[in-house]
């Protein structure tokens, strides 16, 4: 039974990166032979000596033209023991939406540098960004390790320098990983190298390979957004009323005691159903069906919770956003809010601070977010949303920010998610409505 | 029943998840069903995530005429054995009142897009279902799993939304509508180690068989009302199978022993080409052609 790891690429223009991704792929052997051709045809036509593994990934014309990466691209491979679904995430001037898109679901990232740069202001701003997105580990590969002549000591501080810059953002150290390799050589990706004796360290792909998955929150509290109300109708199903949802975090097993939000209404779980049978247990990540004791009114957008340990319900919160949109966000905007399964309406009362990525501080009251940067906000809400921390959980604790009027999305949102300062004490959290000190803790006003 | 889902319980798990927010947020949704195994694959995820209620949903087959008889027979069978609702938009049709013209190559696969079109104005649907996968070809990687498309059914790259979490903006303006993928992430061995899984029958073309094909461009063509062999090709009885299938007039089989599924898995964990490059020649015109359709409003 082989499982699923999800990760994502990130690094700077000219680190190599779409060589290494070409060379993962074509040292897997999950480029087929008529892919392959062409792209040795391209390399000739261009006059390459040797085929150019990076035309294995870069996709669209106007790209491949321009010889850089513009989008977000997926790529998969498999080993026997792992299937990969990988976020190959370009990074340059949309560096940020394309690296939060990318590690908004990966479990595990793989930062480029050039070992004749070493760490350098975009591998600090990448760092950051998928510290705040919570993805669990980092994978440093120092690319064109050939470059340096396989130097033992170049690596050693790039990878010391690393480490330190990651343990600032909060990894520990047994979550980030350097790794020497050539891309274009294939020092270490798949195969081991005879170029550099003094590492000991596994090469990429075995990393990729044995590296434990952060498993779902299973030992979480229980979050169900319900999607649908299935309800067949039919005579064999005459009273049927099930709740269709993705379980976020938890597990859930009938007897259950659960309350639905924003109601608080509390009843039990009576059966967990699927397709292909009952299940005695449910966990986060299965599609499922909840059937409940009580016959109480339930729709799309809310939310089923563990009776035990439910979210706060409010209409008034921070967030951090990530602003991926070319219009800029200012004090008083109105937008729509997607979490979970629901949409309301919302007005950003506020621009607390803007983060600065590079030395891990933040500027007070801007007066507004631009494309690409980050930002605390207060939020206020239509109507009350029972929410998460996204530090507690990554599906309950996002959000989408939502333009009105063209229905673009103008955001990522993280709930309470304070920005990965070196010093502390740097955000106020003045005035407002109950803003609570401990940014960690969610702003929960009165009724 | 384990908690720790594998490979494919993630994948399955995460398309029944498409299929529900789709149901919860869009008025007019249809699955394109042609009867191939990507969308039978389609079909069986949505009736799986309904249960026990039927599917919310009618299908939608763009029938080029130039279709094998035993995928027409088999779409049939599976839409009565259901209970669904099946619209054909049949490309003959708009031949013939001159809203297209054939082609001079006599491929009808470039010319679905307009029927397909006329068909989601006519129907208002708002979302549509496709079997497409990222590992497919290189233009399909940057796809989303959301894409939106113009009230024109076009694809443009500068408006397609950042996809973050599991959280889908649908969000469309009346007249545009939204292409939904749920086999996105899906490879196309995921796609047979599932079939095998979950026992799903589909056409037997997928198995091998003998038939009378004649050789085109690398490929083994067989005869039906979109053409035979020309001069210097010759028709010959060979064992093949076809890997997708499309328009009979551009969709190759290949020669195949693979009689049953785990014959067939062990051929695509083996195989050296891809899907498409072995039996499409409509992929084949440019480096660039699926970029190209895929602007025009093809898949």
Known sequence: MSDLLRLATAGSVDDGKSTLVGRLLYDTKSVLADTLDAVHRASADRGLATPDLSLLVDGLRSEREQGITIDVAYRYFATPKRSFVLADTPGHVQYTRNTVTGASTAQLAVLLVDARKGVIEQTRRHAAVLALLGVPRLVLAVNKIDLVNYDEVTFSRIAKEFTAHATALGYTEDAVVEIPVSALAGDNVVEKSANTPWYEGPTLLEHLENVPVEPDPHDAPFRFPVQYVIRPRTAEHLDYRGYAGLVAAGTVKPGDEIVVLPSGRRTTVTKIDTADGELAEAAAGQSVTLLLADDIDISRGDLIASAGNAPTVTDDFEATLCWLAEKSLRPGARVLVKHGTRTVQAMVTELRDRFDEQKLSSVDSPASLELNEIGRVALRLAEPVPLDDYSFSRRTGSFLVIDVSDGSTLAAGLVGAPLPLLEDGVESCTGGSAAAPDTHALVSPGP | ?299
């Open chain 2, 1 to 299: 029943m384990t908690l720790a889902l594998d490979t494919l319980g993630r994948l399955e798990s995460e398309a029944i998840h498409i299929f529900r927010e789709v149901a919860g947020e869009f008025d007019r949704p249809v699955i394109l069903f042609s009867g191939g195994k990507d969308s039978t694959l389609l079909l069986h995820l949505a009736i799986k995530a309904f249960y026990p209620a039927p599917v919310p949903f009618p299908l939608l087959h763009v029938d080029t005429g130039h279709n094998f008889d035993e995928v027409i027979e088999f779409r049939d069978r599976v839409v009565a054995q259901h209970g669904l609702r099946l619209e054909v938009a049949k490309v003959q049709d708009w031949i013939d009142d001159g809203r297209l013209e054939e082609r001079p190559d006599g491929t009808r696969n470039p010319l679905q897009t307009v029927p397909l079109l006329d068909s989601i104005t006519q129907h208002k649907f708002d979302a549509v279902f496709g079997g497409g996968r990222r590992d497919e070809e290189r233009a399909r990687a940057k796809e989303r799993i959301f894409s939106l498309r113009t009230a024109f059914g076009q694809w443009d790259p500068k408006r397609q939304r950042p996809e973050l979490w599991n959280l889908y903006n649908g969000r469309h303006r009346p007249g545009e509508h939204v292409r939904v993928f749920p086999l996105s992430n899906w490879t196309e061995l995921d796609v047979w180690n599932y079939i095998e899984r979950e026992g799903i029958e589909l056409p037997d073309i997928y198995y091998s068989h003998e038939r009378e094909v004649f050789l085109r461009d690398g490929m083994w063509l067989a005869e039906g009302p979109w053409g035979t062999a020309r001069e210097g090709e010759t028709l010959q009885r060979k064992t093949v199978r076809y890997r997708t299938v499309g328009d009979g007039s551009c969709t190759g089989a290949v020669e195949s022993d693979a009689a049953d599924i785990h014959a067939v898995i062990a051929e695509v964990a083996a195989s050296r080409l891809t899907e498409r490059g072995a039996t499409r020649a409509d992929d084949r015109l440019s480096e660039a052609a699926m970029e190209d359709r895929k602007r025009e409003g093809y898949f």
